[in-house]
T-cell receptor, first 110, second 116 residues
Framework: GQNIDQPTEMTATEGAIVQINCTYQ??????LFWYQQHAGEAPTFLSY????GLEEKGRFSSFLSRSKGYSYLLLKELQMKDSASYLC???????????FGTGTQLKVEL | ETGVTQSPTHLIKTRGQQVTLRCSSQ?????VSWYQQALGQGPQFIFQ???????GRGNFPPRFSGLQFPNYSSELNVNALELDDSALYLC???????????????FGAGSRLTVL
């Protein structure tokens, strides 16, 4: 089976850095994705890791450790518009099925 | 390029009724997946279509069915609606050369279904 855990809520200050953690236990692994979802909108792709290490993309970075079943999303120089739900998802082998966590609701405050 | 579009955006049904939700995939994409997202939860995989055939299914009963058309658009049909079917239904598309799942999913904004 698949089990993905991430914190339900986080609060951070504008301009700061925040790290959103995700742990997973899955029967197969073919990559880990992070999506951002604003209320009432489509999830939008942020990052993808399939090998261990850090992937950097502007203000967003994502890290993966397959041996530990662990990933994090790092957001730098937080802006108010970053207030959203951040979804961690693991892809199963042999197809494009994503198993999502419940999402972390990030609130950015002044 | 046009993104993934879904219709209707909102709809209300009563228990026992049937519903059809529609999805147009992003230009150049050949694979469509459907997800159910209950309030406060992450999306749950319903099924995927590749070359007009179901290519993977999640833990949903047979009253959830789908179609993919030659132009890669898709429909999700739900029969005998139950209260717990109330959710946001998300469609996602990707280009898969072999259907094995190599590329990033692009999601639509969803159809919000309320079952009374």
């Amino acid at each position: 089976g698949q089990n993905i855990d991430q914190p339900t809520e986080m609060t951070a200050t504008e301009g700061a850095i925040v790290q959103i953690n995700c742990t997973y236990q899955t029967s197969g692994f073919n990559g880990l994705f992070w999506y951002q979802q604003h209320a009432g909108e489509a999830p939008t792709f942020l990052s993808y890791n399939v090998l261990d290490g850090l992937e950097e993309k502007g203000r967003f970075s994502s890290f993966l450790s397959r041996s530990k079943g662990y990933s994090y999303l790092l957001l730098k120089e937080l802006q108010m518009k970053d207030s959203a739900s951040y979804l961690c998802a693991v892809r199963s082998p042999g197809g494009n099925k994503l198993t999502f966590g419940t999402g972390t609701q990030l609130k950015v405050e002044l | 390029e046009t993104g993934v579009t879904q219709s209707p955006t909102h709809l209300i049904k009563t228990r026992g009724q049937q519903v059809t939700l529609r999805c147009s995939s992003q230009s150049g994409h050949n694979t469509v997946s459907w997800y159910q997202q209950a309030l406060g939860q992450g999306p749950q995989f319903i099924f995927q279509y590749y070359r007009e055939e179901e290519n993977g299914r999640g833990n949903f009963p047979p009253r959830f069915s789908g179609l993919q058309f030659p132009n890669y658009s898709s429909e999700l049909n739900v029969n005998a609606l139950e209260l717990d079917d109330s959710a946001l239904y998300l469609c996602a598309s990707s280009f898969e050369p072999t259907g094995s799942g190599a590329n990033v999913l692009t999601f639509g904004a969803g159809s919000r279904l309320t079952v009374l």
